[in-house]
């Protein structure tokens, strides 16, 4: 690397920038001491980051307690950066991630619930006292600082007078006539005091500099300093920048490349205050400490390279969750479980989202805003649903109680065949009655199966143990008899007669009675096989003989209620699209990264096969929901 290409450095996030060409340039053995080094002012990516603490996961609260032991204790100059990162992590707490959504009904509620959903629009936004007091100490902070401010601009003023007055005296020194040596120690005093005095307003740097300068190489000009003493001089300023030299580098070697870097600032200010050096060294220790600022300077600049990198990687992972939240808002949820689920699968979202790292400032507010609209979408339309849901299960539970008294009403009848066939239509319809609120559906359904049981019981009892085998065998050979008239049956062309013929045929076997229970599942498989060969001589479709089998379980569930038959099939469905839509997403990012591979072309036609096929297999999953839906609405 030349040394003109490290002379011009341009400043970005914190690098040393190039102030006229002379920015690196040791002065002249006549002058003290250099123009003002300066190595830039920090970057807001830099800002962002170099704070004392990670405040990121704390809480409201805890972010509250934070912010006022440091306005209320620290000094209000230090704790800029903490008190920028605290308001930032606390809105940004506030309005991402709330840890409860107390704002939006459980899938838990009760009766009692469903009533409060009525009003919830009558809910009124309560001010939050953390977020109050919160604000009110941000106020505080910002009238310390600008308290701060102006007691520094009446101090930096001060501290130009001082310089002035300073200058003053290394005048009257030059006029003075006395032994050298105390004229020296007068002069050293006089840098030292210089020194010691810290900023002036930048309006007078320069001007200020240039004066120091001018009247030090006056000083030097007139006293005619003997060569021993001066040389003692030089040699003690030459002993103190190659400590700076050592110092600057071993920075190289901190893993803490922005401590590092704000230190590094700290030995330029230092090697500005030093005087000269030798002739003879001047250039060699002035070319070991640009090295070594060059170089922590790279540093430096790779270091929030890297990080820039990271938060775009950052900004696509946020993306792509909001893709996600804004896909699951596409789909429809009917039961209560459903919702249940999506609500999971939201909170799974909005906790990878909080995990993911910070995104660049510009670009935050809008992905941001881009998520809470479909998290408030998903909730609103929640909302409505269960609203809806609600009424109807209350409903339901009118039809069930009803359902109830008329079983209870009856299981004390001795008229076996009649009650028989009542209670049968009882279970039918209450298997076709919808599920109710969950606080009543476990007392609500014991109460219709003990009624039943306590029928059914009786009417075993009622009959001896050799009429109950006998029957049961009647029903095999009954059974028996239609797989053999089934297995007979030729479809005609009219396929809606079709599957009414088969439907029948379903029909007769629910009505036959039980067998005896070592021929049970060996019937059922046969039987069961003769009409998975009929459906698929009429050529059927899957969906269709998905409902086919919904309905045999429904006619076999006679002992509980089969409405969740039919929803456990739709989440069944539900769950493996929204595997395979994960799937796809998954396949359209890999995409992405074959672009710059050997093979890219045939990988990605691969992919995007995968891709085909696995919309063709949601395809058929929807067009089975909604074959279900229509045939159980």
Partial sequence: METGEKDKIIENGGNIREEENTVFEEPQIESYCPEELNLGEETALESEISVAKNYFLLSPQSLLDELKALVDNSPVERIKKDVEAIRDSFYKDRQELPENDEDYESDESDESESENSENIENIEKVVDPVEKEFEEYLEKYREKKAEYARVAEIRKEENYRQKLAIIEELKDLIKEEEDLNLTFQKFHDIQNRWKEIAQVPQTHVKDLWDTWHYNVEKFYDYVKINKELRDLDLRRNLEAKNELVRKAEALLESPLVIEAFSQLQQYHDAWREIGPVPREHRDRIWERFKEASYKLNKKHQAYFEQLKQERQHNVKMKIDLCERLEKLNQREFKSMKEWQRASDELSNILEEWKAIGFVPKKENSEIYSRLKKSRDEFFSKRRMSYRSQKKETIANLRLKKELCEKAKALKDSSDWEETTEIFVELQRQWKETGPVPRKYSNSIWNEFRDACDTFFKRKFKQFSKKSVKEQYL???????????????????????????????????WSAIGFVPIKEKEKIQIQFYAVLDDKYKQLKISDAQRKVVRIKDKMDASRDRPTGRIVENERERLF???????????????????????????????????????????????????????????
């Fill in 474 to 508: 009647s029903n095999l050979r009954e059974k028996e008899a239609l797989i053999v008239e089934l297995e007979n049956f030729v479809p005609g062309r009219n396929e809606s007669r079709n599957i009414e013929a088969l439907k029948q045929f379903r029909q007769r």
């Fill in 575 to 633: 769950n493996r699209i929204a595997q395979l839509e994960n799937e796809i997403s998954l396949l359209d990012n890999n995409i992405g990264f074959f672009a710059s591979s050997k093979n890219a072309d045939s990988m990605i036609a691969d992919v995007r096969r995968k891709i085909s096929k696995t919309k063709e297999e949601i395809r058929k999953l929807e067009e089975q929901v909604k074959l279900i839906d229509k045939e159980f609405e």
